[in-house]
């Protein structure tokens, strides 16, 4: 029986290209190794090279510089779709915050009403100051020329994100969601689907090493 999934089905048309043109996979799958060899990850044992920073423009260019034929571009093609499925799966996505950046305050009063407090966060200059709007369920949203671009749950808040909860440690939330961009910092910080615009996700800790504290922000702000 063969393995069901998008991974799956990937993995069978893969084998289905080897079948129909095995000289092109073969100069299919070396001219990826090289040309990431210098900055992306490669998996020795299947040849499946983690395309971090390539599109699929390039990969197309680049079969051309190598004349690989249709056989080894559709087998570029799956493998792309394979590398970045994988790595958006590890990703937290945070939608239900990161759904919010953006709003109008109109779109905020539609959604979630009227907020229970508001009041000015002082930033380090005058430009950084920022309107937020507290809700009860312990969520803020920090407003800056007209739109949200801060959601802010702070430790009474009672939802999860992606299976992370308040209260829990930094271990368990790795074991969740994989290690941080600032893998040695004391907040830790992941990245989130791009939006348009970069999105990441940062946590904050207390002594206890249990979550209190988090923000989704457009990281280019």
Known sequence: ???VGRYGICMYLMSVVWRLWPGDFLRARGAAVRALR??????AACCRPALYSLSLPVIASLCMKKRVQAGGLILLFLVFGI????????LPLAEEFTARLGWLPA?????????????????????????????????YLFWFRNRVWQVRADEDWTGSVDGVRMGMSR?????????????????????????????????????DNRLHDLYVFRSDW
């Open 107 to 139: 779109d905020a009063h539609q959604w979630l009403g009227g907020p229970e407090n508001l009041f000015v966060y002082r930033g380090r200059v005058s430009e950084e100051d920022n309107v937020v709007y507290y809700y009860p369920d312990h969520v």
């Open 38 to 43: 210098g900055g992306a990850l490669v998996c």
């Open 171 to 207: 271990e368990d939330v790795e074991k969740l969601w994989g290690p941080p961009i600032n893998n040695f910092d004391a907040q830790p910080t992941w990245t989130l689907p791009d939006r348009g615009y970069p999105v990441r996700i940062r946590l904050y800790f207390n002594e």
């Open 83 to 90: 590398n970045t499925a994988a790595v958006a799966d590890k």
């Open 1 to 3: 029986m063969r393995p």
